[in-house]
Nanobody, 126 residues
Framework: QVQLVESGGGLVQAGGSLRLSCAAS????????MGWFRQAPGKEREFVAA????????YYAASVRGRYRISRDNAKNTVYLQMNSLRPEDTAVYTC???????????????????WGQGTQITVSS
């Protein structure tokens, strides 16, 4: 069992930056791939970014590639999402997730993940 707790959300102006953190419980964090998803009001949850268990591979949605960066610190059981050049359309609840198995789908589908956090709100004002 893995518990995930996100932090770092808030209100930011367009063009600004935020860094989200997702702290995981348990001693097996380093064996999980980790992902970030987001859900805007009235929309379905969508994939944002993912990182392999070692941190050696990262994957991004086209809408955030070049602006967001996912990273992890296995010693701290934490995964991060650095978000730069934020836009109003980035406003959403951001949720981290953990995947136990390797994915042939670049960890994009929600079904690849076994554990989910509660989410943190990001609001980007124009």
């Amino acid at each position: 069992q893995v518990q995930l707790v996100e932090s770092g959300g808030g209100l930011v102006q367009a063009g600004g930056s935020l860094r989200l953190s997702c702290a995981a419980s348990g001693r097996t964090f380093s064996s999980y791939a980790m992902g970030w998803f987001r859900q805007a009001p009235g929309k379905e949850r969508e994939f944002v970014a993912a990182i392999s268990w070692s941190g050696g591979s990262t994957y991004y949605a086209a809408s955030v590639r070049g602006r967001y960066r996912i990273s992890r610190d296995n010693a701290k059981n934490t995964v991060y999402l650095q978000m730069n050049s934020l836009r109003p359309e980035d406003t959403a609840v951001y949720t981290c997730a953990a995947a136990r198995r390797e994915s042939s789908l670049y960890y994009t589908p929600e079904t690849e993940y076994d554990y989910w956090g509660q989410g943190t709100q990001i609001t980007v004002s124009s």
